[in-house]
């Protein structure tokens, strides 16, 4: 099967810095990542879609410059939530999929961020 | 924009039968997933329907009737274990998942 890493599973960290979450495909070449967030008993919400060696989309709503998202290679996507404030608290999931859309997403674990 | 809901709790017992339902209204139609969804970790894949009609997979079964915007899952013989989170999911014509807020399953022996 296809297994996806995030690392760490879990961060707290103080107002103010910046805390990196990585996504990794650990036995397949993903062609494109998403990032998800999700508050407590509400619906993922997409993020940004990361393609590897360009630029990532964001979804509406959702800053560019705080969410720094970069997809180095086929097989890894980094998250950084730069300046974090408390309401940056929540559950991060990235998903990797083998071609350009949506079809056949396999998840991360999931990285819950708690912001002091 | 994207649509997707489904009831927000059920209860059942164990060894019943739960049939979980999404209605969706979407800017184009590529497909549907059902996702398992325990707390504190990623969805896992459940189903995955783009034609109308049953896909049966073991305990679960997935329906969709596109005319209708709607789906269901049924889960059959439950489970303790099926205590979980239930996502309903589609793809629109923007080719992204778009999700439904969940249904928590509670399964109680």
């Known amino acids: 099967g296809a297994v996806v890493s995030q690392h760490p599973s879990r961060v707290i960290c103080k107002s103010g810095t910046s805390v990196k979450i990585e996504c990794r495909s650990l036995d397949f070449q993903a062609t494109t990542m998403f990032w998800y967030r999700q508050f407590p008993k509400k619906s993922l919400m997409l993020m940004a879609t990361?393609?590897?060696?360009?630029?990532?989309?964001?979804e509406q709503g959702v800053e560019k410059d705080k969410f720094l998202i970069n997809h180095a290679s086929l097989t890894l996507s980094t998250l950084t939530v730069t300046s974090a404030h408390p309401e940056d608290s929540s559950f991060y999931i990235c998903s990797a999929t083998r071609d350009r859309v949506a079809y056949e997403q396999y998840f991360g674990p999931g990285t819950r961020l708690t912001v002091t | 924009g994207q649509n997707i809901d489904q009831p927000t709790e059920m209860t059942a017992t164990e060894g019943a039968i739960v049939q979980i339902n999404c209605t969706y209204q979407?800017?184009?139609?590529?497909?549907l997933f059902w996702y398992q969804q325990h707390a504190g970790e990623a969805p896992t894949f459940l189903s995955y329907n783009v034609l109308d009609g049953l896909e049966e997979k073991g305990r679960f079964s997935s329906f969709l009737s596109r005319s209708k915007g709607y789906s269901y899952l049924l889960l059959k013989e439950l489970q303790m274990k099926d205590s979980a989170s239930y996502l309903c999911?589609?793809?629109?014509?923007?080719?992204?998942?778009?999700f439904g807020a969940g249904t928590t399953v509670t399964v109680r022996a």
């Open positions: 999911a589609v793809i629109g014509d923007d080719y992204k998942l778009s």
């Open positions: 990361s393609n590897e060696g360009s630029k990532a989309t964001y």
């Open positions: 979407t800017s184009g139609f590529n497909g």
